[in-house]
Protein backbone atom coordinates (compact mmCIF):
# COMPACT_ATOMS: atom_id res chain seq x y z
CA UNK A 1 0.00 0.00 0.00
CA UNK A 2 1.29 3.73 -0.84
CA UNK A 3 1.44 5.79 2.46
CA UNK A 4 2.85 9.12 2.80
CA UNK A 5 4.78 10.32 6.22
CA UNK A 6 5.12 13.88 7.47
CA UNK A 7 6.89 14.04 10.31
CA UNK A 8 5.93 17.32 11.50
CA UNK A 9 2.67 18.73 12.55
CA UNK A 10 4.10 21.95 12.84
CA UNK A 11 7.51 23.92 11.58
CA UNK A 12 8.03 27.42 13.15
CA UNK A 13 11.12 29.46 11.48
CA UNK A 14 11.68 33.22 11.31
CA UNK A 15 11.63 35.18 8.16
CA UNK A 16 14.68 35.03 6.20
CA UNK A 17 15.44 31.31 7.74
CA UNK A 18 15.88 28.37 5.67
CA UNK A 19 12.69 26.11 5.22
CA UNK A 20 12.44 22.24 4.66
CA UNK A 21 9.64 20.31 5.17
CA UNK A 22 9.96 16.79 5.06
CA UNK A 23 8.07 14.42 3.02
CA UNK A 24 8.95 10.59 3.20
CA UNK A 25 6.73 8.22 0.74
CA UNK A 26 6.03 3.99 1.11
CA UNK A 27 5.52 2.70 -2.55
CA UNK A 28 6.77 -0.36 -4.87
CA UNK A 29 6.65 1.13 -7.90
CA UNK A 30 7.40 4.54 -9.96
CA UNK A 31 6.02 7.48 -7.76
CA UNK A 32 4.39 10.53 -9.09
CA UNK A 33 4.70 13.39 -6.17
CA UNK A 34 3.57 16.59 -5.39
CA UNK A 35 3.35 19.07 -2.86
CA UNK A 36 0.04 21.36 -2.30
CA UNK A 37 -0.27 24.54 -0.44
CA UNK A 38 -2.97 25.62 1.30
CA UNK A 39 -3.00 29.40 2.54
CA UNK A 40 -5.59 30.39 5.16
CA UNK A 41 -9.03 30.05 3.54
CA UNK A 42 -8.11 29.26 0.28
CA UNK A 43 -7.87 26.07 -1.03
CA UNK A 44 -5.46 23.68 -1.95
CA UNK A 45 -2.98 24.58 -4.83
CA UNK A 46 -0.21 22.36 -6.44
CA UNK A 47 2.64 23.91 -5.87
CA UNK A 48 5.19 21.20 -7.44
CA UNK A 49 5.69 17.88 -8.71
CA UNK A 50 8.14 16.25 -9.09
CA UNK A 51 8.23 15.91 -12.86
CA UNK A 52 8.13 18.89 -13.77
CA UNK A 53 11.22 20.11 -11.78
CA UNK A 54 10.09 23.57 -11.01
CA UNK A 55 10.62 25.67 -9.09
CA UNK A 56 7.83 27.59 -7.62
CA UNK A 57 7.87 30.85 -5.27
CA UNK A 58 11.38 30.04 -4.36
CA UNK A 59 10.22 26.46 -3.40
CA UNK A 60 12.45 23.51 -4.73
CA UNK A 61 11.67 19.46 -4.01
CA UNK A 62 14.00 16.62 -5.52
CA UNK A 63 12.54 13.19 -5.39
CA UNK A 64 15.09 10.73 -3.21
CA UNK A 65 14.74 7.27 -4.37
CA UNK A 66 16.85 5.85 -2.15
CA UNK A 67 15.74 7.67 0.87
CA UNK A 68 12.51 7.62 -0.37
CA UNK A 69 11.85 11.28 0.40
CA UNK A 70 10.62 14.48 -1.36
CA UNK A 71 11.51 17.32 1.18
CA UNK A 72 10.65 20.84 0.21
CA UNK A 73 13.33 23.41 0.39
CA UNK A 74 13.46 26.97 0.35
CA UNK A 75 16.63 28.67 1.62
CA UNK A 76 14.94 32.31 2.76
CA UNK A 77 11.36 32.36 4.06
CA UNK A 78 8.88 34.79 3.75
CA UNK A 79 6.04 35.63 6.25
CA UNK A 80 3.98 34.84 3.08
CA UNK A 81 4.88 31.42 2.95
CA UNK A 82 2.92 30.59 6.29
CA UNK A 83 0.41 27.94 5.17
CA UNK A 84 -0.31 24.09 5.45
CA UNK A 85 1.78 21.92 3.37
CA UNK A 86 0.65 18.80 2.04
CA UNK A 87 3.14 15.89 0.44
CA UNK A 88 1.07 13.45 -2.17
CA UNK A 89 1.77 10.24 -4.12
CA UNK A 90 0.15 9.29 -7.49
CA UNK A 91 0.77 5.48 -8.02
CA UNK A 92 2.80 5.87 -11.83
CA UNK A 93 1.18 4.70 -15.43
CA UNK A 94 -0.79 1.67 -14.75
CA UNK A 95 -2.41 2.10 -11.67
CA UNK A 96 -5.50 3.92 -11.33
CA UNK A 97 -4.11 6.96 -10.17
CA UNK A 98 -5.31 7.66 -7.27
CA UNK A 99 -3.35 10.42 -4.43
CA UNK A 100 -2.57 9.48 -1.38
CA UNK A 101 -1.89 12.98 1.29
CA UNK A 102 0.15 13.06 3.95
CA UNK A 103 -1.27 14.41 7.19
CA UNK A 104 0.15 17.70 6.62
CA UNK A 105 2.77 20.43 8.17
CA UNK A 106 1.86 23.70 9.16
CA UNK A 107 4.79 26.51 8.72
CA UNK A 108 4.65 29.19 10.75
CA UNK A 109 7.01 32.10 9.83
CA UNK A 110 7.38 34.66 12.34
CA UNK A 111 8.69 38.36 11.16
CA UNK B 1 -8.96 29.51 -15.63
CA UNK B 2 -10.01 26.37 -14.94
CA UNK B 3 -12.27 25.09 -12.33
CA UNK B 4 -13.47 23.07 -10.00
CA UNK B 5 -16.61 24.43 -7.83
CA UNK B 6 -18.39 23.01 -5.07
CA UNK B 7 -22.25 24.02 -4.45
CA UNK B 8 -21.96 24.97 -0.82
CA UNK B 9 -19.34 26.66 1.25
CA UNK B 10 -21.18 26.09 4.30
CA UNK B 11 -24.02 23.70 5.80
CA UNK B 12 -25.62 22.77 8.81
CA UNK B 13 -27.47 19.96 8.81
CA UNK B 14 -29.56 17.69 11.80
CA UNK B 15 -28.30 14.01 12.50
CA UNK B 16 -30.73 11.91 10.29
CA UNK B 17 -30.94 14.03 7.44
CA UNK B 18 -29.83 12.87 3.96
CA UNK B 19 -27.38 15.60 2.64
CA UNK B 20 -25.84 16.13 -1.20
CA UNK B 21 -22.76 18.14 -1.57
CA UNK B 22 -22.27 18.58 -5.02
CA UNK B 23 -19.38 19.10 -7.39
CA UNK B 24 -18.54 20.56 -11.15
CA UNK B 25 -15.58 20.63 -13.26
CA UNK B 26 -15.20 22.67 -16.43
CA UNK B 27 -12.56 20.87 -17.37
CA UNK B 28 -13.15 17.63 -19.02
CA UNK B 29 -11.69 15.59 -16.54
CA UNK B 30 -11.85 12.30 -16.23
CA UNK B 31 -10.83 11.78 -12.65
CA UNK B 32 -13.01 13.01 -9.64
CA UNK B 33 -12.66 12.87 -6.06
CA UNK B 34 -14.03 13.37 -2.15
CA UNK B 35 -11.89 14.05 0.18
CA UNK B 36 -12.74 14.67 3.65
CA UNK B 37 -10.29 17.47 5.54
CA UNK B 38 -9.47 16.88 9.55
CA UNK B 39 -7.14 18.67 11.29
CA UNK B 40 -3.82 16.74 12.37
CA UNK B 41 -5.07 14.09 9.97
CA UNK B 42 -4.57 15.27 6.71
CA UNK B 43 -6.77 14.58 3.68
CA UNK B 44 -8.52 11.50 3.70
CA UNK B 45 -10.31 9.81 0.31
CA UNK B 46 -14.36 8.70 0.39
CA UNK B 47 -14.62 8.01 -2.76
CA UNK B 48 -13.50 8.35 -6.83
CA UNK B 49 -14.50 7.85 -10.01
CA UNK B 50 -12.81 7.76 -12.84
CA UNK B 51 -15.51 7.78 -15.58
CA UNK B 52 -19.80 8.50 -15.96
CA UNK B 53 -21.04 5.95 -13.69
CA UNK B 54 -18.10 4.57 -11.92
CA UNK B 55 -17.03 4.50 -9.12
CA UNK B 56 -14.32 3.25 -6.43
CA UNK B 57 -14.49 3.67 -2.78
CA UNK B 58 -11.72 5.03 -1.19
CA UNK B 59 -10.16 4.75 2.37
CA UNK B 60 -13.30 5.70 4.42
CA UNK B 61 -15.99 5.52 2.47
CA UNK B 62 -18.48 3.93 5.18
CA UNK B 63 -22.05 6.31 5.73
CA UNK B 64 -21.02 7.83 2.15
CA UNK B 65 -22.28 6.64 -1.55
CA UNK B 66 -21.65 9.08 -4.72
CA UNK B 67 -23.35 9.67 -8.03
CA UNK B 68 -21.62 10.42 -11.03
CA UNK B 69 -23.81 10.71 -13.64
CA UNK B 70 -22.46 13.26 -16.10
CA UNK B 71 -18.72 13.71 -16.66
CA UNK B 72 -18.88 17.48 -15.36
CA UNK B 73 -20.44 16.54 -12.00
CA UNK B 74 -19.74 14.35 -8.97
CA UNK B 75 -21.92 13.85 -5.71
CA UNK B 76 -21.28 13.05 -2.31
CA UNK B 77 -24.64 11.70 -0.42
CA UNK B 78 -24.69 11.38 3.31
CA UNK B 79 -27.57 8.89 3.76
CA UNK B 80 -27.75 9.64 7.35
CA UNK B 81 -25.70 12.16 8.53
CA UNK B 82 -23.91 11.85 11.83
CA UNK B 83 -21.79 14.02 13.96
CA UNK B 84 -19.05 12.44 13.29
CA UNK B 85 -18.98 13.90 9.80
CA UNK B 86 -18.78 17.11 10.63
CA UNK B 87 -16.04 18.37 8.68
CA UNK B 88 -14.57 19.91 5.58
CA UNK B 89 -15.61 18.22 2.62
CA UNK B 90 -13.02 18.69 -0.97
CA UNK B 91 -13.62 17.43 -4.38
CA UNK B 92 -10.82 17.49 -6.72
CA UNK B 93 -10.36 16.46 -10.14
CA UNK B 94 -7.46 15.17 -13.07
CA UNK B 95 -7.13 14.75 -16.39
CA UNK B 96 -6.00 11.04 -17.64
CA UNK B 97 -3.48 12.84 -19.36
CA UNK B 98 -1.99 13.86 -16.24
CA UNK B 99 -0.61 17.18 -17.59
CA UNK B 100 -0.91 19.01 -14.21
CA UNK B 101 -2.20 18.12 -10.82
CA UNK B 102 -4.97 17.56 -8.97
CA UNK B 103 -7.48 20.57 -9.13
CA UNK B 104 -9.42 21.33 -5.87
CA UNK B 105 -12.74 23.18 -5.00
CA UNK B 106 -13.01 25.51 -2.23
CA UNK B 107 -14.64 23.27 0.10
CA UNK B 108 -17.44 22.85 1.85
CA UNK B 109 -17.69 22.68 5.49
CA UNK B 110 -20.42 20.41 6.96
CA UNK B 111 -22.13 20.88 10.52
CA UNK B 112 -24.22 17.88 11.63
CA UNK B 113 -25.83 19.10 14.61
Known amino acids: AQRVTQPEKLLSVFKGAPVELKCNYS??????LFWYVQYSRQRLQLLLR??SRESIKGFTADLNKGETSFHLKKPFAQEEDSAMYYC?????????????FGRGTSLIVHP | DVKVTQSSRYLVKRTGEKVFLECVQD?????MFWYRQDPGLGLRLIYF???????EKGDIPEGYSVSREKKERFSLILESASTNQTSMYLC????????????FGSGTRLTVV
Open chain 1, 27 to 32: YSGSPE
Open chain 1, 50 to 51: HI
Open chain 2, 49 to 55: SYDVKMK
Open chain 2, 92 to 103: ASRSDRRVTGYT
Open chain 1, 88 to 100: ALSRSPGGSYIPT
Open chain 2, 27 to 31: MDHEN
